[in-house]
């Protein structure tokens, strides 16, 4: 389909165009693919699961005894994005988390939340939060989460956007029970490259209009606590509702010097769980979902592993 209305009424050139008429022309190249039972690289079975007004890919590593073996740590992944991009049905992502589940051996749910413009931020944290606590109050609600996962082992991680769901999302679960009785906890939490602003980031002037874009009735505009944990009207980050959090970032990255303020915000909180650092100084934005076969991706790769098995 095409706008009828050729009137551009805002555009990020390579990334999305809206037009007057509310219609909505994504310019980032991005190729779906389904769900395989059993990718032939990895061996990861995946599939496509609803669960009332959510739906979600997962992908468990191949289980060569059904009998006796161990169940796996769960990890529920937010893609990136900008908020306004990108599936779990997307290549790249499809690819990435069959590494990651096979590597890692994990049993990973990716959620698929609403996008904007057409659904403007909170739809997404929304979304993202009601997925987590499906998760930990309903396990029932798919047969592999059921049979094979272990939500002792319980974690959250994501990239760009996702990253910045994921810091929300921890920041919540600092006061909100993921279930009713309380039992199920958030073991870790990793962000790669996420999408976190402060004040003294405004040369990123793209990533602040996208702000704007995304959320254009965010409180506090760029220093809205949901994209600025730094702002004075921020929640403590003493609060990250995780006994792990994984900070990763990329020395090439636009967004490095923030994330690296917001590691530093976390680790002068008081926050009392372990915090982590992993910086690739020569490497872009994402780096490992874009190429995950290059050396730093593979090394990326098993940084995560070794924090998803700890």
Not at 12 to 18: K, T
Not at 64 to 93: I, Q
Not at 274 to 279: D, F, G, H, M, R
Request: charged share 20%.
């Amino acid at each position: 389909m095409k706008s009828m209305n050729q009137d551009v009424k805002i555009e990020f050139p390579g990334i999305i165009r809206v037009y007057k008429d509310g219609f909505v022309e994504r310019l980032f190249p991005d190729i779906n693919v389904p769900a395989s039972a059993e990718d032939p690289e990895t061996r990861v079975s995946s599939k496509d699961v609803k669960f009332f007004s959510l739906s979600a890919r997962l992908y468990l590593p191949k289980i060569t005894n059904p009998v006796s073996h161990k169940k796996l740590p769960v990890l529920v992944y937010y893609h990136g994005g900008a908020f306004c991009l990108r599936s779990p049905e997307s290549m790249v992502y499809h690819r990435y988390l069959n590494i990651l589940a096979s590597m890692a051996r994990v049993l990973i749910i990716s959620v698929k939340y609403r996008l904007a413009p057409e659904h403007p931020l909170p739809a997404a944290y929304e979304d993202s939060w009601a997925a987590l606590k499906l998760v930990g109050s309903n396990p029932g609600f798919d047969p592999w989460l059921a049979h094979h996962g272990d939500l002792d082992s319980l974690f959250i991680g994501g990239d760009n956007a996702g990253g910045n769901i994921v810091h929300n999302l921890a920041i919540r679960a600092g006061s909100e029970p993921l279930n009713s009785l309380n039992r199920v906890k958030i073991r870790g939490a990793f962000l790669s490259h996420p999408y976190i602003l402060d004040e003294r980031s405004a040369k990123l002037e793209v990533a602040h209009k996208m702000w704007e874009f995304i959320y254009p009735n965010a409180p506090g505009g760029s220093n809205c606590p949901m994209i600025n944990p730094m702002s004075p009207g921020a929640p403590s980050l003493s609060r990250l509702g995780c006994s792990r959090f994984l900070v990763l970032v990329a020395g090439k990255d636009e967004m490095r010097e923030s994330e690296i303020r917001y590691y530093n915000a976390i680790k002068a909180s008081g926050y009392n769980g372990k915090l982590e650092l992993y910086v690739q100084e020569d490497e872009n934005h994402v780096y490992h979902i874009v190429d995950p076969d290059a050396q730093n991706s593979k090394l990326l790769f098993q940084r995560l592993a070794d924090f998803l098995n700890e």
